[in-house]
């Protein structure tokens, strides 16, 4: 399938109750894609969805950062509010463009309607995610700056800073 791009997501997982009351970044968060992506050659927690994710893609392949805390946003909304390239050197080579955030509006978020197991009903949400693609092969380091925000959208933790790896091949 040479010569195809592929989208390749990126959950960023937050637990936000540990991080606003420890203030630990590393105990807080976790970053999961695809299985399959995950570099083989990592060592340690780089080879699970775990703090350090260093996953493989392709020249071409588009790679979509977002944002999640373990109550779903339902308590405490984690939001990406930017993605920075790491500066190449002689050990991480690879390019990515410059990330971009998207807004899509009226996504639709499933729910179980009338104490039903299989009756569902939908509401219409308003999501954003980054998104940057992969230009040249080569390691990358880059950070994520994230927030934590309340139901009403104040500021409740941040910014934070978490910065995983990806290794983009021909």
Not at 10 to 18: F, G, I, Q, T
Not at 126 to 143: F, N, S
Not at 161 to 169: G, L, M, Q, S, V
């Amino acid at each position: 399938m040479s010569g195809t791009s592929n989208v390749i997501d990126v959950l960023l997982l937050v637990d936000a109750d540990h991080l606003v009351s420890t203030g630990n970044v590393v105990d807080s968060v976790s970053l999961f894609v695809q299985r399959g992506l995950v570099d083989p050659h990592a060592t340690g927690n780089q080879q699970e969805g775990g703090d350090e994710l260093w996953f493989d893609i392709k020249k071409g392949d588009i790679v979509r950062w977002r944002a999640t805390t373990l109550s779903r946003n339902f308590d405490t909304t984690a939001l990406i509010s930017n993605i920075v390239l790491g500066a190449n050197d002689s050990d991480y080579k690879g390019v990515l463009s410059p990330p971009e955030y998207l807004t899509f509006q009226d996504v639709p978020v499933a729910y179980l309607k009338n104490n039903d197991p299989v009756d569902f009903g939908s509401t219409a949400s308003t999501v954003t995610v980054w998104q940057a693609a992969a230009e040249a092969p080569g390691k990358l380091w880059y950070k994520i700056q994230f927030y934590l925000l309340d139901q009403e959208t104040r500021v409740v933790g941040g910014p934070y800073i978490w910065d995983p790896y990806i290794t983009i091949n021909q």
